[in-house]
């Protein structure tokens, strides 16, 4: 079995994990590949995404070799067996437990980005992976979850060789595998693409999926409004006060769906965020080579989502049409589906729209939909794109407008700038120091969605 890409796995593990569903699971996700993977896992079964963040105690003289584990909450896995073979004084154990404690905690602070950890005390921890090669660093998550409370632990992984279920058997309540090939001999050979899965897409992801289940401590499953809505005293007792607290309910729950939208004639697929409250949604217009599912994008919006922003991601080319690069330039017909699409989310919620152009052609749709008679566009924002190309009518975009390019893409730069100096809106661009065209750089996208949900939030969430 080949998969395409981390994605890919995840949706057909997911399918593999349907029984759990009722269980109602919680999916940890080892870092970093294993996190894409948990993410379409938990996405299939609706339930809150954490990460597992273990650190393998290694033997000094022979670190390959584990002689233990820990894991967050002060939880500590010792082998007494290596331990005492491998003649390990305390002194040796305090030393590597610590500097691994350090790493363990940094990693922990920086994927959750200050969200608390999901209590798995009485709870089914479904353990994903993006494959297993010896086993230990799985075997080993499994012991910590274990040991932070779940009653049930199931580890899933896409792929493994076959003699990884009997060595993993003592250590997991089930274990689901997708593939096990005879000739294994390193995970990666079983994808398309296994690229290496960066910090910033596994913040993104678990803030989506944080922001998709309505809190930060998700899965809690209570929260204020309903604890309000059964209590005593006037607030809590009458028919009035019953509607009251039933629009309240109403009003906390956050939608995350994937949606179908009819534009131009083409039906184009989408996911649509709604933070609980959201007084403003974002589109996201995206071309070739910039997906809804591009992690970059997926780290944008999770920036929003978490700053009480909706968001709806979608693509303005089907995938035969990406086939074909003359239709990234299609201006027209980018900006014509984008406006139909703006019309099928006004119909579905009444708060300010605003566009967030990610790549070539589709940020300069973007500014053409806005530039439209009668268009109600709140706030634009343009990552590394090409303004020029929607000329002439950038004079008529009123929407306020950010213009967000690379420090080192100066061609574009050139442009961004010649397209801001013919525009009559509120106009700022941004250069990112260092940043390449796609900002691949470290932390150079996270400075793009900081200034995104800035704009957003001065120019766009003022007007609900």
Known sequence: MLFTDRADAGHRL?????????EDPVVLGLPRGGVPVAFQVARALKAPLDVIVVRKLGVPYQRELGFGAIGEGGVRVISDDIVRRGRLGQEDLASVEHAEAAELARQAERFRAGRPRLSLEGRTAIVVDDGIATGATAAAACQVVRAQGAARVVLAVPVAPPDAAERLRTTTDEYVCLSTPFAFSAVGEWYRDFSQTPDDEVVALLAEAAARSGSGAAGSGS?????????????????G????ADKDVAEAVAIAEEVTIDAAGVRLTGDLSLPAGARAVVMFAHGSGSSRHSPRNRLVAAALNE????TLLFDLLTPAEEAHRSNVFDIATLAERLTDATGWLRDRTAVPVGYFGASTGA????????????AQVGAVVSRGGRPDLAEPLLH???????????GNDTLVIDLNQQAEAAMRCATRLDIIPGATHLFEEHGALQQVADLARDWFLSHLVKEA
């Open 14 to 22: 997911a399918e593999a994990l349907q029984h759990l569903e009722g």
């Open 307 to 310: 700053a009480g922003l909706g």
């Open 396 to 406: 008529a975009v009123r929407a306020p407008t950010l213009l967000i390019v690379g």
């Open 223 to 239: 929260g204020k409004a309903g604890s309000e809505a059964e209590g005593s005293g006037p607030a809590g007792s009458g028919p």
């Open 363 to 374: 940020a300069a749709a973007a500014l053409r939909a806005a530039a439209a008679p009668g």
């Open 241 to 244: 006060a019953e509607a009251a």
